[in-house]
């Protein structure tokens, strides 16, 4: 034996699982509705997304050069936070505004925090409620989508989104096939339950937390009186549900921390929807309950194996 | 006492992953390596008090020929391989890195056996544990554990189960698969021996689903005249590392919990090794103590994969050499399991009790990755088997935090490697938890100390 060998500690096999195959992962499963997104509200929409994911790959290399790091963008995180930044945002919203919006999540939120794995919000959600508290009109002026009903418009160039408009504008259908206003990822909720089934098969993410967000969401609908299956279906529960509060980083990683998390952000989405000023509540509560994982999770630490409070039928 | 029930199928086991089984050898009848011209004995191949020799330079020594023992009671006593001629008692490097001492033997290639080699006379409980102790038998799945201490179960212990590992978790590993199908009456003779001895009415043998004809050849002796009250009986489970866990078989077997810091007596089970059970039965039939053992010789690397029979202490490249030698420079050696293994400096070390495999994988095989940052995915919470969170503990071990190491029970952590295999970003999480588990007993033995101190 003339070379020398490799020794290290165990184990020496490795799974083929890697941060660059889940990110890919995530994207596919965007991909339907950034096309959905393209037919409801035409190419201005892959513009926009395109805008976005260029910045955001750009913003991540530029930033980790000056801080003397390693590069990361061949881990397509930039890629997913760039492309779920620009779903979140309405068709005609100015190109420097949605830049600007990137440089808070990829610069602000995640490298000055560390990086990949180290934000303790989820950036591109950090990202649309700067803007929207920022450019509040610009962030809240909905361009007509295609098909979508007479009633809801409220000029030649501005739809009411499904949570403003009077009720009865919109059918279920409507909402299921994107054919209303809104931000051009949220629309149309075929496209986003479909990722979401894609994410679960591909075990990228547990349902646990889309399941509970929802169904919490739905209760709560019921208890304060909206119509469940409406709300569900409108604004951004979807793609927040699916999408944003199962971010890895951003959420727990116990089982019972992913509940806690979900609950907390399904009663909040609709405590705001009913009760606050602004028609949507779905950045926020997510906002809120990311800043509580550290907290859900030291209080969720599952029980071991072989960890007995006394008790259990030993002598079976 | 309730009545004792065998489950029908497993019960559920969290965590595990699916490693690549690779069971090359699976089908391959086992070969057996002519005598060595010269074997290394270490003295510590159990875990343990190390023996101290019994013979010196010069001496001859026959085969089975006792030549260290120890009076500690967690030891092993060793026996010459080889007849021939002690060469040399020298420090040698174990593979795990640390000098031990070792008797050399040179062989005279007559293989002559001792002439106090005669089979034990077995009549109680005690004459077993004597006779198992003499017989130098560790367990031969890996840990080496000396199964006379394994069999000698406290009083205030009650075991009403025995399971026999045959999960063979590990990838590549098929010493085990090829125990039970060339020796299978060895083993349900074992079985029912030690059964009789400890008076234990339920013995569950779990085996993988991946061994067809294994559980077949079990099941047709388990089900025939020998076992007349039907109190053995095969348990096939399900094929994903680690199941063969002391600690998860027994749940898989008894739906029954290890407590933290207990040994499977407190579950009420003993767990024994298919080979080390199988061996009993043939030590008490002819008296040979533990000389040789089977081991499977695979890898990407390795010509020929085959099982090989050895004489324990033979070279580890004279059996590699024996079986083809390698096809390419192997990038990992490595004794034992790919998850769990020790990989070696060089080949230059020697076959020891409870080696199961020697593996030359290759670079393509045992690829090194760096590690990224984490992105808190929680696969590894998935994939731990003891339902712990190895991303937390890892963490706190590379802070050096104490107390976030207690929090999350890093002693509960049994080193199987699911957190790195599966963890995406490629971190070397059981590897660190390692680490932490080590700054633990530090601080717990400094702990001690600063008390005694204290007290003076």
Redesign the interface.
């Known amino acids: 034996?003339?070379?020398k060998?490799?020794?290290?500690?165990?184990?020496?096999?490795?799974?083929n699982?890697?941060?660059r195959?889940?990110m890919l992962d995530v994207i596919i499963a965007l991909c339907p509705a950034a096309i959905a997104a393209c037919v409801i509200f035409g190419l201005r929409s892959l513009v926009l997304i395109a805008i976005c994911v260029a910045t955001c790959v750009l913003l991540e290399y530029v930033s980790r050069k000056i801080m003397k790091r390693d590069a990361?963008i061949g881990?397509l995180?930039a890629v997913v936070t760039g492309l779920l930044l620009a779903l979140n945002l309405p068709v005609d919203i100015n190109p420097l505004i949605a830049m600007f919006g990137c440089l808070i999540a990829i610069v602000v939120v995640k490298q000055m925090f560390?990086?990949?794995?180290?934000n303790f919000v989820n950036p591109a959600l950090a990202a649309r409620i700067v803007l929207l508290v920022s450019f509040p009109s610009a962030m809240m002026h909905w361009a007509p989508a295609l098909g979508a009903p007479a009633a809801a418009a409220i000029d030649a160039t501005t739809s009411a989104t499904p949570l403003v408009a009077e009720a009865g504008t919109y059918s279920y259908i409507d909402l299921l096939l994107g054919r209303c206003g809104g931000s051009i990822g949220e629309v149309c909720a075929v496209v986003l339950i479909l990722g979401g089934i894609y994410l679960v098969i591909r075990k990228v993410i547990?349902p646990i937390i889309p399941c509970v967000y929802l169904a919490t969401a739905a209760l709560m609908s019921l208890i304060v009186g909206l119509d469940p299956l409406y709300q569900l279906l409108s604004g951004g529960v979807l793609l927040g549900a699916i999408f944003m509060a199962t971010d890895?980083?951003t959420s727990p990683?116990?089982?019972w921390g992913k509940v806690i998390f979900a609950v907390g952000c399904g009663f909040f989405t609709i405590m705001l929807r009913q009760f606050s000023n602004m028609p949507e509540g779905v950045s926020f509560s997510i906002l809120l309950m990311n800043i509580l994982v550290p907290l859900i999770e030291r209080a969720t630490?599952?029980?071991?194996?072989?960890?007995?409070k006394k008790k259990?039928g030993?002598?079976? | 006492m309730a009545e004792l029930s065998f489950p029908k199928r497993p019960y559920r086991t969290k965590g595990g992953v699916h490693a690549p089984h690779n069971k090359n050898t699976a089908h391959k009848e086992s070969v057996v390596l002519p005598v060595p011209a010269l074997v290394a004995l270490p003295m510590t191949q159990h875990i343990g008090a190390p023996c101290k020799p019994m013979v010196k330079v010069g001496d001859t020594v026959d085969v089975g020929q006792q030549i260290a023992g120890s009076d500690a009671f967690v030891s092993a006593p060793i026996h010459a391989s080889v007849s021939g001629k002690v060469k040399k008692i020298d420090k040698i490097t174990m593979p795990d890195g640390s000098k031990v001492d070792a008797i050399f033997i040179e062989s005279d290639g007559e293989q002559r056996l001792s002439p106090d080699i005669k089979p034990p006379q077995v009549d109680s409980l005690s004459d077993l544990i004597t006779a198992v102790r003499d017989s130098g038998l560790v367990g031969l799945g890996g840990a080496g554990f000396p199964t006379a201490v394994k069999l000698n179960i406290p009083s205030d212990k009650h075991v009403d189960t025995l399971i026999i590992n045959v999960a063979e978790c590990e990838p590549y590993i098929t010493s085990d698969h090829r125990e039970i199908l060339e020796n299978s009456w060895d083993v349900i003779s074992g079985i029912i021996t030690v059964k009789e001895f400890l008076n234990i009415h339920r013995v569950i043998i779990g085996i993988e689903n991946n061994k067809p004809d294994a559980i077949k050849a079990l099941r047709e002796i388990a089900d025939s005249s020998v076992d007349p009250e039907d109190e053995i009986r095969v348990l096939p489970i399900k094929a994903t590392y680690p199941q063969g866990a002391e600690k998860i078989l027994i749940k898989a077997c008894t739906g029954r919990e290890v407590p933290v810091g207990g040994l499977p007596s407190d579950a009420g089970c003993l767990v024994m090794n298919v080979g080390s059970i199988a061996f009993i039965a043939r030590y008490l039939k002819t008296g040979i103590p533990l000389i040789s053992r089977r081991l499977t010789v695979d890898g990407g690397c390795i010509e020929n994969p085959v099982n090989v029979i050895v004489p324990i202490g033979t070279p580890i490249k004279e059996v590699i050499d024996f079986v083809g030698g390698y096809k390419e420079q192997p990038y990992k050696l490595i004794m034992g399991g790919p998850m769990m293994g020790i990989s070696l400096p060089n080949d230059e070390l020697y076959v020891l009790k409870q080696n199961n495999a020697i593996l030359a994988l290759s670079e393509k095989e045992a690829k090194f990755n760096e590690p990224s940052a984490c992105i808190r995915c929680g696969k590894c919470l998935d994939a731990c088997p003891m339902r712990l969170q190895p991303l937390e503990l890892a963490n706190a071990a590379n802070r050096g935090d104490i107390d976030g190491l207690k929090l999350y029970n890093a002693m509960n952590c049994m080193e199987c490697g699911c957190c790195s295999f599966t963890c995406p970003a490629k971190r070397h999480l059981v590897q660190n938890i390692r680490v932490g588990k080590a700054l633990l007993q530090k601080a717990k033995r400094e702990a001690v100390a600063a008390s005694k101190g204290g007290k003076k």
Do not use: A
Not at chain 1, 5 to 15: A, M, N, T
Not at chain 1, 114 to 118: A, S
Not at chain 1, 301 to 308: D, K, M, N, Q, S
């Open positions: 034996m003339e070379q060998l490799h020794v290290s500690s165990s184990p020496h096999f490795k799974g699982n890697s941060t195959r889940i990361t881990d995180s560390g990086g990949i794995g180290m547990s890895y980083t990683v116990t089982k630490v599952p029980r071991t194996l072989g960890y007995i259990k030993e002598q079976k």
